[in-house]
């Protein structure tokens, strides 16, 4: 069974610091899809980013960059120079190409303070 | 435009009483998703639809009935529930199920039972 592992509950960091955000996933399958999703306090889920297994580039998009590591099954999303707007919760979800179900972590609450 | 739109957007019931969640998206997807999300906790699932046809029930209780009228509405019709069901529900739509496609939420339902 899939399963997405967030270690960070909650991560404070004062604006314009970088932050990481760690997610560790299991699966047996070999064909398989990661995601990063951003809660606001508003309560509505935003897409990030999506990566199949088999592309293993980093990606940048303006201040965020994504780290997918096969041989630690990771997928790490970073924040450069955190800004206030940056306050929410991050998940972390993964969807396994035979399953119709996307499996989300419990989630990092990141709180940028000015 | 990468919208779902879900109403209400605040619902307080009864145990007694029926009501119904909704939800839309123009983006021609052909999957639509059920999902309930406690406080600090990640969204779950419920149902999945595949071409207006239901295709993952996650076990979820009677008193929860989804319906799929066509392609870009989803119904969540609530029926005689308990106060534990209080929680934030979410309407996604993707492309298809599976396959690893996106799924883009709404701003979800905050439902209060009494």
């Known amino acids: 069974a899939q399963k997405v592992t967030q270690a960070q509950t909650e991560i404070s960091v004062v604006e314009k610091e970088d932050v990481t955000l760690d997610c560790v996933y299991e699966t047996r399958d070999t064909t398989y899809y990661l995601f990063w999703y951003k809660q606001p306090p508003s309560g509505e889920l935003v897409f990030l980013i999506r990566r199949n297994s088999f592309d293993e580039q980093n990606e940048i998009s303006g201040r965020y960059s994504w780290n997918f590591q096969k041989s630690t099954s990771s997928f790490n999303f970073t924040i450069t120079a955190s800004q206030v707007v940056d306050s929410a919760v991050y998940f972390c979800a993964l969807s396994e190409a035979r399953g119709n179900d996307m499996r989300f972590g419990a989630g990092t609450r990141l709180t940028v303070k000015p | 435009d990468t919208e779902v739109t879900q109403t209400p957007k605040h619902l307080v019931m009864g145990m007694t009483n029926k009501k119904s969640l909704k939800c839309e998206q123009h983006m021609g997807h052909r999957a639509m998703y059920w999902y309930k999300q406690k406080a600090k906790k990640p969204p779950e699932l419920m149902f999945v639809y595949s071409y207006e046809k239901l295709s993952i029930n996650e076990s979820v209780p009677s008193r929860f009935s989804p319906e799929c009228p066509n392609s870009s509405l989803l119904n969540l019709h609530l029926h005689a529930l308990q106060p534990e069901d209080s929680a934030l529900y979410l309407c996604?739509?993707?492309?298809?199920?599976?396959?690893?496609?996106?799924?883009?939420f709404g701003p979800g339902t905050r439902l209060t039972v009494t």
């Open positions: 996604a739509s993707s492309q298809k199920a599976g396959d690893g496609y996106e799924q883009y």
